[in-house]
């Protein structure tokens, strides 16, 4: 494979990454991509139970999909999750974009009598927030059951070629998990060579990243997948510059 000018690293799951790409594309960004996947989602094969369940709480895609659907509420920490659970039956509500936003969006509605009993989240082996507890110490009651779990897998071929090339690499994370888990895996090569800019979902994430030694780092505005965009957006133009400048050989 050949890389000829800025390319995009994407390291989410494939399903993940394949609808980021077509967001991508959708705002105009034609850059090429490769995929090297850094987590495999995997279905515990637990199945809830709903008895007496007044709602449910989602904090990623992924728990919807592992999770058998019902005609609940169900609260989602953002738009893409939202739609996803909405898609599978589920009485969405989308409640912004990270678990502080989420928690603060059923605790009130919880207050304002929308909804009264036990809530469960839907989650991955692997979760931040502490969201059952948060909501629990709260006032509403929440329990949590693990319904997938996120694998780790190893950097491609074609993604260490990449990166040990001299061509811009711009690498979007969205996760501090995922984020370490690259800095470890580049830190194992036998040279790194690529210019890394990247773009992180929140400062968390951007923290994680911190041992790249990235030409640049944006924070996205919001956690979302259209602000991620924007970002890249961004730093495409900034790879660009360094390229033009003769940074590379």
């Not at 509420?73 to 996803?84: N, Q, R, S, Y």
């Not at 693990?146 to 071929?157: C, I, K, P, T, W």
């Not at 890394?196 to 979302?224: C, I, N, P, Y």
Request: glycine fraction near 6%; aromatic fraction near 4%.
């Amino acid at each position: 494979m050949s890389y000829l000018s800025s390319t995009i690293l994407l390291t989410r799951p494939s399903e993940a990454a394949t609808g980021y790409v077509e967001t991508m594309r959708a705002a105009g960004i034609s850059a090429p991509v490769v995929m090297s996947p850094l987590l495999e989602i995997m279905s515990t094969k637990v199945t809830p139970n709903f008895d007496g369940i007044a709602g449910v709480v989602f904090t990623s895609v992924n728990g919807v999909e592992a999770s058998p659907a019902q005609d609940l509420p169900a609260w989602c920490v953002g738009e893409a999750t939202a739609a996803a659970a909405t898609a599978r039956g589920w009485r969405a509500i989308a409640a912004g974009g990270d678990a502080q936003s989420l928690c603060k969006r059923i605790v009130a509605d919880a207050e304002a009598g929308r909804f009264d009993g036990l809530l469960l989240h839907l989650r991955g082996v692997h979760a931040r927030g502490d969201v059952a507890q948060t909501l629990s110490a709260a006032g509403v009651p929440t329990d949590e059951v693990v319904v997938y779990d996120q694998l780790q897998r190893a950097l491609s071929e074609d993604a260490k070629t990449l990166l040990m090339r001299e061509i811009p690499v711009i690498v979007p994370l969205f996760s501090p998990r995922s984020a370490a888990q690259f800095v470890t895996q580049v830190a194992e090569l036998p040279v790194k060579r690529a210019p890394l800019f990247v773009v992180a979902m929140s400062a968390a994430v951007a923290e994680a990243a911190e041992g790249l030694s990235s030409e640049q780092v944006l924070v996205s505005e919001q956690a979302d997948a259209k602000s991620m965009v924007d970002a890249m957006a961004r730093l495409l133009d900034a790879a660009d510059i360094i390229e033009e400048r003769g940074h590379l050989t």
